[in-house]
C-alpha cells in the first residue's frame, strides 16, 4: 500500500505568527494562521484538510462497499463537519453524505454507510473523536 507525506512550517509566536501546510502531492500549498484556525481569517486549518480527507475516504469506502455488495453507486456526496472545542480539541465529526444508488432499499443503504463509518481508515485513525453519520439515499 501507499505511503503518503504531508509538510507544515510554523513561524513566529501562536497569536503573530503564520504557517504555511503542503499536500505531498503540490495538491494544495498554502496559508494558515492563529485567525484561519480559531476565527474567521483567510487560509486553511488542520480541521478542515482532516474533514476533506475524512469526506473523501468516506465516499471512496461506501463506493467499495456497496460496489462489492451489488449496488455499485452513481455518486456519492459526503461532507465532513469538524468541531473545534475548548482546549483545543476535536470533539465530534459529523459525516453527512448523499448518494445516489440504483435498486437499493433505504434500510440496506443505511446498513453500509454505517459499515463504510466504521471501517474507513481516516474514521479509524479517528477513534478517539466522536462521529455521527447522516446518511440519505437520493435518486
Known sequence: MAVRKSEA??????REGSG???IGNGAYDGPFTFASRFESGAGTNPEELIGAAHAGCFSM???A????????PN?????ATVHLTDGPTISLIEL?????VPNIDEQTFLQHAEQSKQGCPVSKALAAVEIKL???LVR
Open 96 to 100: 453527512n453524505t448523499e448518494a445516489d
Open 61 to 63: 469506502f461506501l463506493s
Open 75 to 79: 455518486r456519492i456526496h459526503t461532507t
Open 134 to 136: 447522516n446518511a440519505k
Open 20 to 22: 504555511n501546510m503542503r
Open 65 to 72: 462497499v456497496l460496489t462489492k455488495a451489488g449496488f455499485p
Open 9 to 14: 512550517t510554523w513561524t513566529g509566536t501562536l
